[in-house]
């Protein structure tokens, strides 16, 4: 079929091919040159000598053009029926291009030519009329051109920049010998027999060249060159094998006459052929009016169009007269592009029909001949006037088109006509629907007219075309729908070109596989039996040319109906990925079902069937496995389960195909965003990291309080929030584990290969694993890897694959309020973008809308926004990874079954044996302890209700009396890899325990110099069972009281009375306060329980008593009664949680609390003071007796506590030693009182001790009775003593001798100098008599 140009009938057709060993670069360069050359003046063309060849010359002074059409092949074999009815429809001449330097033979570049030449046009074709063979020169060297090489045209490479000018005049000059081959041909048809053969059939044909014919016509291409080439050769027709006859001849006029005297030269020339007894012949007219529309002489053309128009009424020949109108029009639309060559805009007529209505009068009325053509049953024409009667309405929508496309009648719409290229208005982009509107308005053809007259192509007569003329004929109607903006018309035509291609390559295949079982030996087989007989494969060769555009066609055909079948984008090998928008946004949404849908889903699905149909036969496995994943993709929703595995088995078989083949090419994720989340494993507690800073190693209970839990001083501290939402910690060169959720929303298992986590930071090993999903499920999988640094690891999301596909990186940011808050935003936004505009026809495509949206443009950068924030960036998980760590286990325990029984204040050791198993050494250790009673006092003191001497008991519970115990000081300080260590604990039997735990904490600190190192800890539980034995009650504090003393001889007691008497045995009465407590055994055994008096400045006594099963007894201690300083009984109770504001909710006012804290200290120091230890008769279990819970009264405290200042007052004897010299002996004390003689002199002595801080002026008064019977030296009131430093002390000696015998009692009592009150006190008793 023609080309789409409207001026084709008016082309002259040239084929250029190439000829000899031409490089493609060079005959592309040379062709290039050639095809710049659209239309020569006819004033260019070099005229023939003087005879009757120059009767289709141009006019000397012609203003006329010949338009050129370059072309590449000869037209099918089947048109050479159109050489005598169609001429513009074959190439008239040929070009051959060739390079040539001095050594090339231009005679055996000839002989190919013509080889070449005689091999393109059939034996009986009359054409080519003309043909030439452009030799160019690749050297500088000039190639020698001999007298023999005639139609042989050497360009030298001198010419340079005007060798176009130099082709012009070759080609010039080769088109005036299509002119005289034109003449040559005319004159052989002008003859009874050309008219016999003109009328021999309705499309007749050139003569065979036989020799049993008579008379035979044979037509000389040769034409002569120009007048400077060496050797001209003519044209000349001859008649062999009869007689020569005369025939009238078509004369052509002078080229000098006007217009009007070639016209009447014409017409006196027909007459005079009818004149002449010739028959009119209207089919010989229309032959040389063709000719003169080719050779650009319009007026001619025109005249014998006329002519023909005439003779037809007479004598109807509907094709004939429809071809004539053909020409008529295009020799018309030729004089108007003639007349306005001038204009630079549009032409518009003020007449009242439109200036083309004539013109389209016309061709109606052509195509109303060819389709109501008469013909026979069976006749053979059928093919050939389908082919024209298409080629008119293909012309006349091109007319309209041009016009419609250009604005109107004009310079612009004639340049549009006689171009086979798209009208301005269309490039580079095709015009919007507003603009194609404004041009139906300004031309009054409509879209939908254009559409009407190209839609009369189409119909069952389609099928008489062959199917070079249907590919032709479809793939310029869908280029009309297109341009007209009918995008569905236009794929309706797509479709059935595409079936139409589809045959001619299983047409091809089937040839190709005959061919291959002829050359093999096969008559009636296959080779598929041929290999199974032979034990060999067959694989037969697979031509792929032209396959891609059949693949972006059906990708076109699809888009239309709102399926796109590159949603799953193909990586080609060594092809770079590019950020696509969309693709990342619908990717990242996992429910497909949101997306938004659009056609008849009916309609969709056959479309997709057939696409992946004509994918199968071409074969190309790649775009079957793409056209199948995406139409699962978009259609999914639509389609039921075993479609739905239909596609995915075929894209997959798809895939395996093409790897075993050797195609590299890669498929993205298609299957959407599989991950939901991901998830770290929490370590096992024996493998989780603590971390702790290096300034704890110095404190010794840092890692070991079990008072308050972490070491903080408030009560409630919310900065601690803050740790809570800490990085998790991960161990390097450790196994971790992470689950990761997968979805699966087809109706399929989906197999995903290549799972593996998605890091960043710090390098880390993630084994990959394959997965099925089932259908329509979520799917929790195990990712097992290894941190190989310490460092931050971010998990950005996964990998994941399917068969076939690319890996892709799935991100999972973290599941914030501010991530939600933004996705969320996101979505509504799309959403009610989506739904604020109403789009029609293919507008409401779903790839389109989202093309419009604003949100959509932003993220492209399409479309600059207004000035914003920038958005925080995303936020993944992140883990911490700590360097690698030592493991510890224990290797065997001294308990049984992991249980210990003990009786209440008992003492056991347990002993366990850790073992270093991995390769690091452990140079930390710490043991913290756990059991039942911490966790309910710790209630208590959380809840902050009771008093603080309350809460100071309770802590010292805790801290001071814990149930397990770990002396570190004697302790192994590590243990080296891959040995053992032994662990020994003191376990204390406490009421109310059953239970407790051994946390040992480790750790490999090295030479690290970070502020920070990391524990691990081994838990060890441990089954506690105290059983009650003695319980103390009823303690007291009463003054000191001292036993009556019996002479010696009258002393008569057992040994415990003794012991206790020598207890109480004191220096001071004053200075001693009585300690009693009961003792109660509960259990069934006898215990000893021991109490021991340890205070400064005294002897150490004990006091042990064995009570019996079910008794009570009564413990006495003599004691030393205690003096505490104003400022430490001042001092608030203190707390051992270190935690600040610990106050007491009951109501205390100042001079009771100041008593509760005065009662506190006290009771401290009498704790301190004495010791009570219990053990078993006979066996070897002790234990302590706790004295915590008894209670210290005031009563009790006012025996306890002594003065500031104590006064010790004794009696000294003054004994002669010699003459001079004189002894001083204190008088000992028996039973509270000291013995004198009469009439002699004794010192009392006064021992007066500050325990204050601070220096005291102190006065000393004693008090006697009797004062009658004694004499002192001096007075006995306000002695002075002078300062007494603190914790110092002075003495003060007075004489004194007694006169009588009897009882006296001195009362030396301190005050502080300007101080009223006593602030000490000393007592002495002395009985005088004669001894």
């Known amino acids: 079929m023609e080309s789409n140009a409207f001026s084709t009938l008016a082309r002259l057709k040239i084929m250029v091919i190439p000829v000899g060993s031409i490089s493609k670069a060079a005959y592309e360069e040379w ?41 590449s092949h000869p037209p099918p074999i089947w048109h050479h029926s159109l050489a005598l009815f169609r001429p513009s429809l074959f190439p008239l001449g040929v070009i051959g291009i060739a390079s040539c330097s001095a050594s090339t033979s231009l005679h055996a570049l000839q002989a190919e030519f013509h080889k070449k030449v005689k091999h393109m046009y059939p034996y009986n074709s009359p054409y080519p009329l003309a043909q030439s063979c452009f030799a160019f020169e690749d050297s500088v060297e000039h190639t020698q051109l001999n007298a023999e090489d005639n139609g042989l045209e050497i360009i030298p490479s001198v010419l340079g920049a005007k060798i176009s000018n130099h082709l012009g005049m070759l080609l010039a000059g080769f088109c005036s ?27 007749p044909t050139y003569p065979l060249e036989t020799d049993d014919e008579q008379p035979q016509l044979k037509l000389r291409t040769d034409s002569p060159r120009s007048s400077s080439e060496s050797a001209r050769m003519s044209v000349q027709p001859t008649i062999t094998g009869s007689p020569p006859r005369t025939f009238p001849t078509l004369t052509r006029s002078s080229s000098s006459a006007s217009t009007t005297n070639r016209n009447s030269t014409i017409a006196k020339n027909r007459r005079s052929m009818l004149q002449s007894n010739s028959p009119p012949n209207a089919r010989l007219s229309k032959v040389v009016a063709d000719l003169f529309l080719l050779a650009g002489r319009l007026s001619d053309a025109v005249n014998w169009y006329n002519d023909a128009v005439t003779h037809l009424r007479s004598t109807p020949d509907p094709v004939w007269h429809a071809a004539v109108l053909e020409g008529l029009c295009t020799a018309s639309v030729l004089e108007s592009w003639a007349g306005s060559a001038g204009l630079q805009t549009s032409i518009s007529a003020n007449t009242l029909r439109d200036p083309w209505s004539e013109i389209s009068d016309r061709m109606n009325m052509a195509i109303h001949m060819y389709f109501k053509a008469p013909l026979a049953d069976g006749s053979k024409d059928y093919p050939t006037v389908t082919l024209l009667y298409c080629s008119c309405v293909l012309r006349f929508t ?41 041009m139906t308005s300004m031309t009054t053809i409509s879209r939908t007219q254009i559409a009407n007259i190209v839609a009369q192509a189409h119909g069952p007569w389609v099928m008489h075309l062959h199917s070079h003329d249907k590919i032709h004929l479809l793939s310029y109607m869908a280029g009309i729908y297109s341009c007209l903006g009918f995008g569905r018309k236009e794929v309706y035509v797509l479709r059935e070109l595409v079936s139409v291609v589809m045959d001619l390559v299983v047409l091809a295949r089937e040839e190709r596989r005959e061919q291959n079982m002829a050359r093999m030996g096969v008559a009636d087989g296959n080779l598929s039996e041929l290999a199974a007989s032979v034990h060999v494969t067959v694989r037969e060769h697979q031509l792929k040319d032209g396959n891609r555009s059949i693949l972006r066609l059906l990708i076109y055909i699809c888009g239309i109906y709102g399926v796109n079948l590159k949603a799953v984008p193909l990586q080609e090998q060594n092809s770079t990925k590019e950020n696509d928008p969309e693709w990342e946004e619908r990717l990242n949404s996992i429910d497909f079902s949101r997306q938004p849908t659009y056609g008849w889903s009916e309609l969709q699905m056959g479309v997709v069937r057939e ?63 599989p991950v939901v989340s991901v998830e770290v494993v929490p370590l096992p507690f024996s493998r989780i990291p603590l971390e702790h800073s290096k300034s704890e190693l110095g404190l010794r209970e840092s890692l070991q309080s079990p008072t308050s839990g972490a070491r903080d001083p408030f009560i409630y501290n919310p900065r601690l929030r803050s740790s809570a939402a800490s990085q998790t910690l991960l161990i390097q060169s450790e196994q971790l584990e992470f689950i990761l959720t997968l979805q699966n929303p087809f109706l399929f ?65 973290l599941s914030t309020d501010e991530e939600e808050s933004k996705m969320e935003k996101r979505r509504t936004m799309k959403e009610a973008e989506l739904d604020r505009f109403k789009f029609t026809g293919l507008d409401a495509r779903p790839s389109h809308r989202e093309k419009k949206r604003l949100s959509f443009a932003v993220t492209t950068g399409a479309q600059p926004t207004t000035t914003s924030n920038e958005p925080a960036p995303t936020k993944f998980v992140e883990c911490r990874v700590v360097p690698e760590q030592p493991l510890l286990r224990i290797r065997r325990t001294s308990l049984t079954h992991g249980a210990v029984m003990m009786y209440d204040g008992e003492s056991t050791t347990i002993r366990l044996t850790v073992e270093n198993v991995s390769v690091l050494p452990i140079d930390f250790l710490k043991l913290t302890f756990d059991d039942s009673t911490i966790a309910p006092m710790q209630r208590l003191l959380n809840e902050g209700e009771m008093s603080v001497a309350e809460t100071y008991e309770t802590e010292y519970d805790l801290r001071r009396r814990p149930v397990f115990q770990w002396k570190s000081r004697d302790e192994p300080k590590g243990v080296k890899p891959g040995q053992k260590a032994v662990l020994t604990i003191s376990c204390l039997g406490k009421i109310g325990c059953v239970s407790g735990t051994v946390q040992i904490a480790y750790a490999h600190i090295g030479t690290d110099t970070t502020d920070s190192f990391y524990t691990r800890q081994i838990l060890y539980p441990v089954l506690v069972t105290v059983n009650q034995t003695l319980e103390c009650s ?239 030296e001096g007075t006995l009131m306000d002695i002075p003593i002078g300062r007494v430093e603190s914790k110092a002390s002075k003495e003060v000696e007075i004489p004194v001798c007694f006169v009588a015998e009897g009882q006296f009692e001195f009362v030396a009592e301190v005050r502080i100098l300007g101080d009223q009150a006593r602030s000490g006190e000393g007592e002495l008793k002395v009985i005088v008599r004669e001894l």
């Not at 005229?47 to 050129?68: E, I, K, Q, Y």
């Not at 694993?769 to 971010?794: D, H, K, M, Q, R």
């Not at 009564?1114 to 109770?1133: A, D, H, K, M, W």
């Not at 006012?1198 to 008088?1227: C, Y």
Request: proline residues 8%; charged residues 20%.
């Open 1034 to 1272: 009823s303690m007291d504090i009463l003054p000191f009281s001292p036993i009556p003393t019996l002479p010696l001889d009258e002393q008569e007691f057992d040994a415990d009375e003794k012991t206790r008497r020598n207890l109480l045995e004191v220096d001071s009465e004053s200075d001693w306060c009585l300690f009693t407590v009961d003792v109660r055994n509960s259990y069934a055994l006898p215990f000893e329980v021991h109490f021991e008096r340890q205070q400064e400045g005294t002897e150490a006594v004990s006091c042990s008593r064995l009570v019996p099963p079910g008794s009570t007894s009564r413990i006495t201690l003599p004691l030393r009664r205690i003096f505490l300083p104003v400022e430490q009984i001042s001092r608030p109770i203190p707390s051992l949680s270190d935690r600040q504001f610990v106050v007491s909710k009951a109501p205390v006012g100042n001079m009771n609390q100041s008593v509760q804290q005065e009662l506190f200290w006290y009771r401290e120091e009498l704790f301190n003071s004495i010791t009570a230890r219990w053990k078993e008769p006979g066996g070897s279990r002790n234990g302590d007796l706790s004295l915590r819970k008894q209670r210290l009264t005031a009563p009790m405290m006012e025996n306890l506590k002594t003065d500031p200042v104590r006064v010790n007052v004794t009696l000294l004897q003054q004994i002669e030693d010699g003459e001079d010299s004189r002894e001083e002996k204190p008088i000992p004390p028996i039973n509270g009182k000291v013995y004198a003689q009469p009439t002699q002199f004794h010192i009392i002595r006064c021992s007066v001790f500050n325990a204050t801080a601070e220096s005291k002026i102190l006065v000393l008064s004693i008090a006697a009775n009797p004062l009658e019977y004694f004499h002192v």
């Open 611 to 673: 696409a992946i149909a004509v994918t199968e036969a071409l074969p190309e496995l790649a775009s079957l496995s793409q056209f199948s994943l995406s139409s699962l993709r978009a259609l999914y929703s639509h389609l039921t389960a075993p479609e739905q595995y239909s596609l995915y088995n075929a894209a997959k078989n798809a895939i395996q195909v093409s790897q075993r083949r050797g195609e590299d090419f890669k498929l993205e994720y298609w299957s959407g965003r």
């Open 31 to 71: 062709n290039a040159l050639l095809r710049a050359f659209e239309s020569i003046p006819l004033v260019d063309v070099p005229p023939v000598r003087n005879d009757d060849r120059t009767r289709f010359m141009p006019p000397a002074a012609s203003n006329g053009h010949l338009h050129l059409d370059f072309v």
């Open 177 to 203: 010998q299509i002119l005289a081959g034109f003449a040559s041909l005319t004159r052989s048809l002008d003859s009874p027999k050309g008219w016999e053969i003109l009328h021999s059939a309705l499309f």
């Open 749 to 813: 298992d989906l197999e995903l290969s290549n799972v593996q986590l998605s890091t960043s930071g710090v390098p880390f090993q993630s084994q990959p694993v394959t997965v099925t999903i089932p259908a329509n499920s979520f799917c929790p999988v195990t990712l097992v890897g290894i941190a190989e640094l310490p460092g931050l690891l971010t998990i950005r999301g996964c990998f994941a694959q399917t068969a076939g596909c690319e890996t892709r990186e799935f991100l999972l940011p």
């Open 398 to 438: 091109q007319f309209l088109f041009s016009i419609w496309s250009c604005n109107g009648w004009g310079p612009v719409a004639f340049l549009t006509m006689l171009s086979s290229s798209l009208p301005p208005s269309f490039t580079p982009e095709p015009p919007s629907n507003a603009r194609r509107w404004r």
